[in-house]
């Protein structure tokens, strides 16, 4: 009897796992790594996350610094000018939005993946 329920709730806690909790944390990886990536080789890719946060008009800094002979260090930071001219600095809320974009774009192909192979 006691069996019986550990049983049922062992395979619930996979069932959850399989179908929800696994699914939904690689989507979440895909999208932070998608954001490490555009970040450090295009980050003009996040810009469009910049441009749902930002009501003004956002655009993208690049500074280079030379710290040591032959190293060279650039900063890139996401700004919003809002219409009365004060600037913001949305560099992590733009990559937080472009993590969710990503991570989204992911889930809804998994799902229509796993559409098409039920229906099969």
């Not at 280079?64 to 190293?71: K, L, Q, S, T």
Request: a neutral charge.
């Amino acid at each position: 009897m006691f069996d019986d329920a550990h049983n049922q709730r062992e395979s619930l806690a996979n069932r959850l796992y399989e179908k929800w909790l696994f699914p939904i944390g690689a989507c979440i990886f895909f999208g932070i790594m998608m954001d490490a990536c555009a970040v450090a080789f295009a980050p003009e890719v996040i810009l469009p996350a910049a441009k749902l946060i930002c009501s003004g008009k956002a655009e993208l800094t690049s500074k280079r610094f030379n710290v040591v002979p032959g190293e060279t260090v650039i900063d890139r930071t996401y700004r919003c000018t809002s219409a009365d001219g004060t600037e913001h600095n949305i560099t992590w809320a733009s990559g937080f939005v472009f993590v969710l974009l990503a991570s989204s774009g992911a889930a809804g192909g998994l799902m229509l993946y796993r559409l098409g192979n039920r229906n099969s």
